[in-house]
């Protein structure tokens, strides 16, 4: 099925549009948690349960966003293909594997693109859950969220130095400066 | 009984899946299959090529069906060579 799958995205070369997809959005679940965070972290104290409710939706939702949004603009986007493709061998491709690529490949990359934030929030808001579960963390809990999303974003920024061939420490710092300037606009402006 | 034993064929397919993975997905189809690919003519969308496969027995369906599976057109059989065994009536 895997090999089914990855000969599926090589024929439309969508291996790419996969690696973008997942990288996108798990750069919006990071720093969409890392802001959400750092608000509850600069306004009045919050109950731990109420910050992982609120941290949870917003998960949810960049999840259903990521899902739906990619579907729909990939499902589009092959069908055009096909029909290109179609038109220049004059022939039916519905069923080779082109017309397999086009009931397949949006589902796949809806899928990257919805599970990339919800796994990555996920991950952030680990420490709230150890902490309302009564386990002992080494940091207050929002806090050691803080922590864990830079050091995602950072790895986030690795992966895209070793897709790009260039230097994997100075593309991990640079998508953590973008973290910290996040953080350091939500102190700015939301801070009191 | 008569038995395919070589097929030429001219075929229109996109750039994409590989010749190399057409190839080999006709080679899967029996141990003994050994196909040969040469690119005629490429396009904007399309490669226009020749497939010889040589075998004891060629099932020239599977050998249509890997074409158009791999969204490849068969456009015409240019050569055959077919062999008759001793008949069993």
């Given at each position: 099925m895997w090999t089914q799958l990855a000969f599926l995205l090589r024929i439309t070369r969508s291996e790419g549009i996969m690696r973008r997809y997942f990288v996108v959005n798990g750069f919006d679940g990071a720093l969409t948690?890392?802001?959400?965070?750092?608000?509850?972290?600069?306004?009045?104290?919050?109950?731990?349960?109420?910050?992982?409710?609120?941290c949870l939706s917003a998960a949810i939702a960049l999840g259903v966003?990521?899902?739906?949004?990619?579907?729909?603009?990939?499902a589009a986007e092959r069908k055009r293909s096909l029909k290109q493709l179609e038109e220049a061998m004059v022939t039916d491709l519905g069923d080779s594997a082109h017309g397999d690529a086009v009931r397949w490949v949006p589902i796949l990359t809806a899928l990257v693109n919805g599970s990339a934030p919800?796994?990555?929030?996920?991950?952030?808001?680990?420490?709230?859950?150890?902490?309302?579960?009564?386990?002992?963390?080494?940091?207050?809990?929002?806090?050691?969220s803080v922590v864990i999303a830079l050091g995602l974003v950072f790895l986030l920024g690795v992966y895209l130095g070793h897709v790009a061939g260039i230097s994997w420490l100075r593309s991990g710092f640079q998508a953590l400066m973008l973290a910290l300037?996040?953080?350091?606009?939500?102190?700015?402006?939301?801070?009191? | 009984m008569v038995s395919v034993k070589r097929v030429v064929l001219d075929v229109l397919k996109p750039h994409h899946p590989k010749s190399l993975e057409l190839a080999?997905?006709?080679?899967e189809i029996g141990e003994d299959y050994r196909v040969r690919l040469m690119v005629e003519e490429v396009d904007e969308n399309t490669e226009t090529i020749k497939i010889e496969v040589t075998a004891e027995a060629i099932d020239f369906e599977?050998?249509?069906?890997?074409?158009?599976?791999?969204?490849?057109?068969?456009?015409?059989?240019?050569?055959?060579?077919?062999?008759?065994?001793?008949?069993?009536?």
């Open positions: 948690m890392l802001g959400l965070i750092i608000g509850f972290l600069v306004g009045p104290p919050a109950q731990l349960s109420l910050v992982i409710g609120v966003s990521g899902v739906s949004s990619a579907y729909v603009s990939e919800v796994m990555i929030s996920l991950l952030i808001l680990t420490p709230l859950w150890l902490s309302d579960a009564g386990v002992a963390v080494l940091l207050p809990p929002l806090h050691a300037m996040t953080t350091g606009l939500i102190y700015l402006f939301a801070g009191n | 080999q997905a006709i080679a599977a050998i249509e069906a890997a074409i158009t599976k791999m969204g490849a057109a068969l456009h015409s059989i240019d050569e055959v060579d077919v062999e008759g065994g001793p008949s069993h009536a």
